[in-house]
């Protein structure tokens, strides 16, 4: 039954079903709601866990990194420079090959101030080496949540839930939360193979000399290549207790003969939804959602982009003095072991959540005809409104 939550509630409510025996939270815009609305489900009785509150982000995820350790399941939240304040942690997570879940509320970083929405933060920590699911909706984050518990808990490896903040975070929706059932069902109990136990000590995180770092690595790249199996299956059977699917690692939609498509990744591709719905454009587009960015779906990309002749790349986060975005980088990496590469165009827009309009499509569409060809632009940026040596 449809529930009318706000995004940041619904999670809460996701969280609690998948049974964390530790949350550590400490508040930050706009992920707040999130942690608030779990001690609200503490408080009342409805959530049994030990509910941490840290003076600080490192904390939060040093808590839940030794509460896993310790063969708890663990969550945490965050976002932007809350994730930063994280950094080391997330290193030592992903490279103790600790599974636990945190959602990062996506919101643009300093400076500027802004506590606005764009992607920066989660991509800014890509190479952390945990998994990265992007949600285009609630729903699909409530239901990648769940996922996500049975993903980190079957590789080892940590997962990172990624929603848009404020756009999914503080919009109300119906959602149709599980039965607890279904999600016991779903997710069997926490189990951690290499849990800390006093009677048969072990010890973790220790010094590695040369010797044996590069193997460590490998190890770990490996582990996330070899994810994709298993972020695919977990779609495909939570698909089967709840009857709808979030797409695994990518999805395409629209003209199957069209020979342009648009890859994007988290909420736009609602608005881009939209779009291709007002404007129906002469030219035939297929919508790519990317929900995978960690493991990055290289050979599912290269699939499904066969026959095009011009990929759009939109995305909410650069990589300031690159050669493109940072999505965008990736997908042309991707794509130039095709045989028949398409034409890629890499436009970053929404950055510190300005608003993308409805018209997105055929003004996309207008870069494919448009005299100097960009591999990299900004599609909103008014350059009068910079002095000259920066435009």
Not at 294 to 308: D, E, H, N, Y
Not at 353 to 380: C, H, W
Request: aromatic letters at 6%.
């Amino acid at each position: 039954m449809l529930q009318p939550l706000e995004g940041s509630q619904a999670i809460a409510h996701a969280v609690a079903l998948c049974r964390p025996q530790v949350v550590a939270a400490y508040p930050i815009t706009p992920q707040t709601h999130i942690v608030e609305n779990i001690s609200k489900l503490v408080a009342d009785g409805q959530f049994e866990c030990e509910f941490v509150s840290v003076e600080s982000e490192f904390s939060a995820a040093s808590v839940v990194l030794g509460a896993a350790m310790a063969g708890s399941r663990a969550y945490t939240a965050s976002a932007s420079q809350g994730i930063f304040l994280m950094y080391e942690v997330l290193f030592n997570i992903s490279g103790l090959r600790v599974p636990l879940v945190m959602t990062c509320a996506n919101r643009a970083v300093s400076s500027p101030l802004s506590i606005w929405n764009d992607q920066q933060d989660s991509m800014s920590v890509r190479d952390a080496g945990w998994i990265q699911l992007y949600c285009a909706d609630n729903q699909e984050a409530v239901d990648a949540t769940v996922q996500a518990f049975r993903i980190a808990e079957r590789c080892e490896l940590p997962v990172m839930v990624c929603m848009d903040g404020f756009t999914l975070t503080h919009t109300l929706e119906g959602i149709d939360i599980p039965e607890q059932n279904q999600v016991d069902n779903f997710l069997p109990p926490y189990h951690f193979s290499r849990t800390l136990d006093p009677k048969n000590p072990i010890s973790v995180g220790t010094l590695i000399s040369p010797d044996f770092y590069s193997e460590a690595r490998h190890s770990h790249h490996q582990a996330l290549l070899q994810a994709q199996d298993e972020i695919i299956a977990a779609d495909r059977d939570w698909a089967k207790v709840v009857g709808r699917e979030s797409g695994g690692l990518l999805t395409i939609e629209g003209d199957p003969d069209a020979k342009v498509a648009i890859l994007s990744i988290g909420s736009v591709i609602g608005t881009l939804r939209a779009s291709l719905e007002h404007f129906a454009p002469t030219t035939p587009v297929k919508l790519i959602k990317l929900r995978s960015f960690r493991p990055f779906p290289v050979k599912a990309l290269m699939t499904i982009c066969q026959g095009l002749t011009d990929l759009i790349v939109l995305e909410r986060a650069i990589s300031p003095g690159s050669a493109g975005g940072i999505v965008g980088l990736e997908v042309l990496a991707a794509l130039t072991k095709m045989e028949n590469t398409p034409r890629i165009h890499n436009v970053a827009a929404g950055l510190g959540g300005r608003d993308i309009p409805l018209d997105i499509v055929p003004r996309l569409l207008n870069i494919l005809t448009a005299e100097n060809y960009q591999e990299f632009s900004i599609f909103d940026v008014e350059l009068d409104r910079l002095p000259p040596e920066d435009r």
